[in-house]
């Protein structure tokens, strides 16, 4: 594309490219953070529906969502600004999130500007987010809403943590730019934290990960991609029989 510049990014061992139009671009990975189409749509349509979400969360009680990939923190956003239209009194929401390479809170703002719909969520974040992002940024949202975004690698990170989660955006970069974001270890890894009847949900449809999220243990299921990709997954940890 044309018109890019190019900044540093907090935390970042390369550089985070603006393609035209606030487009963020990761250098160190040679891909888009989102979707070019509509990346908040995107969520919307894989993340949540491939997740059962919101009807899910309609219970009282704590609701966790696991993510690969913070990124902008856009699904995060568009995430709490369906929680907050959809909750239950008594329901809480922990999304927790694992990402390699932090932004800075006016990057994250740079890149949520496109979306009008999630301005609120956008300014509450970019208020809240650290001037140095690094180790493990816990910030209450809201009476009801939680973030927790763990900085460093994902499988360490996963591996260590005692968390067990509802539900799982996988939304690293593109598997063929960042496979170890989509290998057999860390699929096993997010197999054993999530609930018996959990699930997860992810843009990406390629063979080894499908075949890595199959082998974990998760029963996994093809559908219609967005914005016409083909396919996405989205699967489920089966339940026990007799349990």
Known sequence: ???STSTPTAGDSGTLLWHE????????FGDHFYCQTDGRLEC???FLSGNGLPARWQTDGLFRIGELGF???LNACETWRQWKLTRKP????HFVSFELYPMSASDLSRALS???EIDAEREALAALWPSEPGGTIDLALDEATRLTVVCGDALASVTATDLAFDAWYLDGFAPSRNSAMWSAELMNAVFAKTVEGGTFATYAAAGFVRRNLIAAGFEVERRKGFAGKREMLCGVKPVPSGA
């Open 1 to 3: 594309m044309t018109g």
């Open 21 to 28: 139009g606030d487009m963020p671009y990761s250098a160190a």
């Open 44 to 46: 919307g349509h894989v």
């Open 71 to 73: 990124g902008t923190g």
């Open 90 to 93: 008594g329901g809480v929401l």
């Open 114 to 116: 496109r979306w009008p």
